[in-house]
């Protein structure tokens, strides 16, 4: 299935980005390169400023005689050998913001596509705790090569019971066109999105400070408590929500204002919280 409306790919802290094996082997001139993989780099890169709660990386990183090879009767030529410069990611993606690398295809005699665990099935990663561990609860998947090692992170996401959504214009096929490989994922649960609109809703959100005028202006009101909480919940619950952890906060300590007399705020506090959103 498509991703739910635009709304529903709002980046929140309980989502993850998994950046597949955005390795220089893979980019074009390599030994396996995967035509226009080069040109995603910038696409990711914005996509990694956005406030997931966690941004991991894979990279293949393979022993010199591994199983995948053609000089041992596998598909592909030699490639992401490790300790090399092919495996290394690429140097113009944004990997200050990549909380988290793992490596795989580590092991001589097995291949291993998938983020979650190698293709025997036979040894995890350990990605899923992590993830659990971090809170979250959705995952998109972006990189190279979509027709092998993103689909297959996506498939053992979705299998593990994350929400699960592949950025198809952040990602490169080997052979497989981007439209067959999107319609088989479908149809095993994964949904699929453009990066594009992901941004653009991103984009849409009110600034902190934006936010912080609007609230200012109804604390000059007589009745401001409850406009001033109805106008927070509505910020915090719509598409525009925040985008940082301390300006949700905040706005909830407003929201709850009218809760009852226990919650009620007076002018000096609330005016403090607005300026506090204002200097996120």
């Not at 890169?45 to 591994?66: K, M, S, V, Y």
């Not at 998947?141 to 689909?151: E, I, N, W």
Request: charged share 20%.
């Amino acid at each position: 299935m498509v991703a739910n409306g635009h709304s529903g790919l709002f980046i929140k802290p309980a989502d993850a980005l998994l950046v597949i094996d955005m390795q220089v082997d893979f980019m074009p001139g390599g030994p396996l390169g995967v035509a226009g993989a080069d040109g995603i780099v910038p696409l990711i890169n914005r996509l990694c400023e956005l406030p997931f709660g966690l941004i991991a990386a894979t990279q293949d990183w393979h022993p010199a005689d591994h199983v995948s090879f053609d000089m041992r009767g596998g598909p592909w030529p030699m490639h992401c050998v490790a300790g090399t410069k092919g495996a290394a990611l690429v140097p113009d993606l944004a990997q200050a913001h990549i909380g988290v690398v793992l490596r795989k295809g580590m092991q001589p005699d097995l291949d291993s596509y998938s983020a979650f665990e190698d293709n025997a099935r036979a040894s995890r990663t350990g990605l899923d705790g992590l993830l659990r561990g971090r809170g979250i609860n959705r995952v998109f998947v972006a990189g190279v090569a979509l027709d092998y090692c993103v689909a297959a992170t996506a498939r053992d996401a979705a299998r593990a019971g994350f929400a699960t959504v592949v950025l198809t214009d952040a990602c490169r096929s080997v052979a497989q066109s981007a439209a067959v490989e999107q319609a088989a994922l479908v149809s095993e649960g994964v949904e699929t999105a453009h990066a594009v609109d992901v941004l653009a809703l991103m984009d849409r959100g009110w600034t902190p400070r934006q936010i912080a005028n609007v609230l200012d202006s109804l604390l000059a009101r007589k009745s401001y408590v409850q406009a001033i909480a109805d106008k927070a919940l509505e910020i915090y619950n719509s598409h525009d929500c925040p985008r940082h952890r301390e300006l949700s906060d905040a706005l909830m300590e407003l929201a709850v204002m009218d809760a009852g007399p226990e919650f009620e705020l007076g002018r000096d506090a609330v005016h403090a919280i607005i300026n506090r959103i204002r200097s996120v």
